[in-house]
Structure formats: C-alpha cells, structure tokens
C-alpha cells in the first residue's frame, strides 16, 4: 500500500523567502510521485512528478522537488516566494503507472507581505 | 494538453433527491477515470475507480448503492448521488487518465475544475 504524510497542514513564509513543504511516502514498491496545487474551488493542477528518472524535478512556477529514498521524502521547494503562491499543495503517490493515486492531507501555504 | 470538464460546477438540490455529476474528457479517451471527494479544508479521498465498460470499483467505506457510478463511453463518466442528505454535501472532483500519455505525459491524471454539491 502506498501513503504520504505531509508535515505541517499550514505553512507560512514571508514574499522573497524560501517555500519548503515537507511530504514523507510509504510505498512498498519504487513509487510515483506528485505535487499538486489547489487553488480555492477550484480542481487540481499539476506542479511536477517524480518517475524514476532524475531525483530532482523541476515543476512549473519555479518549483521543484528532491527524490531521497534514503530518507523516504519528495519535499518541495522554491527559492523565492510569490503572493501567487498562496494555495493548497497536496503530495501524492501512486504505485504504478495508471494507478489510483493517494493524496496527503494537504498543506496550506500562506505568504505574508 | 488533456482537459477534463465537469458539470455542473454547483449544485444544490433538497434532501432525498438525487443528483447526477458528469466527468468528460474533452481531447482523449479515458478506460479510467477516477472519483474523489473533498470535504472543506480537507485532502482528496479517493471514492472509485471507474472503467469503460464494466463496473466501477470502490473504496472501502463507500456506499456503492449511494454514490452510483457509470462509465458508459471512453469519454464519459458519471457520480450519481442518489437519495442525498446534508452529510454528502462536499466537493466532488474527478480526474482521468490519457491512456496514450508517454514521457511527461505517463502516469498524469487531469483533474476536473470539481462540483460542489450542497444539499439542503
């Protein structure tokens, strides 16, 4: 079975400063992982995904996110925060290609002026 | 790149009727498309897998009699709500899945702009 944890369900960072949101998996295969954001009412799009290909992802709005097995984590980052930013951001995995995929319970990002 | 429509984007109806949501896949087929349903300030809770063709499978917990689902073409799929009550008010959004996605595209579901669903 696959899980993700996402540590921290709100998160806040000052406009310029650096985004790092946390995502813990559990996956008893090498797992697909994702990064999506949701902006309020409305559905989900796709910041970036790991596949098993290059540890480090790169993702649009200048995200981009770290495979470390070692450490079972996919955090997120950004080296400079925009009010745009502010949203819901949810990491999820999946087991194999077309497969259901779990989401983490979600972090809130807010930025501050 | 792939779009996934939903309709209606809101809705709301009295307790005891039934409401049906549907999920389209405008630019590509979709054998699978799946359901979730989102409670406020809540993550995504997978509520079934629905297939072209065939019967949709559901997570446990899920009332299959309540939340009926019918996946009738490769570019259809609808959550039919039935005999609703307060309690399933919420936001539904689905997702699908193009079959013919490589590279970047494998393994990328496009989600729906969601429905939400109140029941007075």
């Known amino acids: 079975a696959q899980s993700v944890t996402q540590l921290g369900s709100h998160v806040s960072v000052s406009e310029g400063a650096l985004v790092l949101l946390r995502c813990n998996y559990s996956s008893s295969v090498p797992p697909y992982l994702f990064w999506y954001v949701q902006y309020p009412n409305q559905g989900l799009q796709l910041l970036l995904k790991?596949?098993?290909?290059?540890?480090l992802v790169k993702g649009i709005n200048g995200f981009e996110a770290e495979f470390k097995k070692s450490e079972t984590s996919f955090h997120l980052t950004k080296p400079s925060a925009h009010m745009s930013d502010a949203a819901e951001y949810f990491c999820a995995v999946s087991a194999t290609v077309g497969d259901k995929i779990i989401f983490g319970k979600g972090t809130r990002l807010h930025i501050l002026p | 790149g792939a779009v996934v429509s939903q309709h209606p984007s809101r809705v709301i109806c009295k307790s005891g009727t039934s409401v049906k949501i549907e999920c389209r896949s405008l630019?590509?087929?979709?054998?699978?498309m799946f359901w979730y349903r989102q409670f406020p300030k809540q993550s995504l809770m997978l509520m079934a897998t629905s297939n072209e063709g065939s019967k949709a499978t559901y997570e446990q917990g899920v009332e299959k009699d309540k939340f009926l689902i019918n996946h009738a073409s490769l570019t259809l799929s609808t959550l039919t709500v039935t005999s609703a009550h307060p309690e399933d008010s919420s936001f539904y959004i689905c997702?699908?899945?193009?079959?013919?996605?490589?590279?970047?595209?494998?393994?990328?579901?496009?989600f729906g702009a969601g429905s939400r669903l109140t029941v007075l």
């Open positions: 997702s699908a899945r193009d079959p013919t996605g490589a590279g970047a595209g494998a393994n990328v579901l496009t």
């Open positions: 630019d590509f087929q979709a054998t699978t």
């Open positions: 790991y596949t098993s290909a290059a540890t």
